[in-house]
């Protein structure tokens, strides 16, 4: 299940049914679950820690060096979950401190060129389209979609569900549930199609369209009035909507309006 030309350090753990292709390295300190495929010419680096069927296309790096300047040398991790596929010319780096490793659910789908800088937490079922970067000190939740040749700034969080619109500049977080496109993003509407498929019931879309109406419509309204507003209708009893009203209060850098 090794091809004969990859080289792979003694100090690698490689599990069950691991397939390994031509060209590929795999580094010290590098762990891999059970039925991963390396295609070929695959760079691995540690420490990182990878679980079952992780699937890497050619050309993938994952695991390098951060590229933060404040990086001094000391040991630092990447952790992966289970099922996620790293696409041709993927990019992954493992954190900048001892304390935080890059993380990485499980069900993801990196496209050609994306790119996840240092110290990023992702969670589980998202997708980042072809040439996306994702700055250092991102959080990407559950089910969220980044198109093709999007940039998010660092310290940036994408709430789950949402979608981020091809060749847009994300800034601030992106809300939950919700659409943003443009340079500089903003909120564009509700990610409707995006949560009739994953089965949202017709009552959860009403009061997440109901939230959007009263958070994101009246741009010029103070965001706070706008939750206040929102707090006192039914529809925050709703909870994708407490959600949403969560993320917002604990924003650090504003939400995209």
Known sequence: MIH?????????????????????????????????VLHSHVVLEGT??????????????????TQDLKYIGEPTALEVGDHN????????HRGTFEELPTRIGSHNLLLC??????????????????????????????HAIISGFAAVHQFCRVGKHAIIGGLAK???DVPPFMIVDGH?????????????????????????????KRLFLKKDQNLANSLGSLKATSAANNAHVEHLIHFIENSQRGVSR
């Open 184 to 212: 500089p993003a903003s909120t564009r509407g509700v990610n409707l199609v995006g949560l009739q498929r994953r089965g949202f019931s017709e009552t959860d879309i009403r009061d997440i369209k109901s939230a959007y």
């Open 170 to 172: 994300v800034i601030q």
């Open 113 to 142: 060129y994306s790119h996840i800088a240092h110290d990023c937490q992702l969670g589980d079922h998202i997708i980042l389209s072809n040439s996306t970067g994702i700055a250092g000190h991102v959080t990407i939740e559950d």
């Open 85 to 92: 596929v790293f696409r041709e010319n993927s990019t992954v």
């Open 4 to 36: 004969p030309t990859a080289i792979i350090s003694p100090k690698a753990e490689l599990g069950k049914n691991v397939r390994v292709g031509p060209y590929c390295t795999i580094g010290a300190n590098v762990t891999l679950g059970d039925d991963c």
């Open 48 to 65: 990182s820690t990878f679980g079952k069927n992780n699937e890497f296309f050619p050309f993938a790096a994952i695991g390098g060096k």
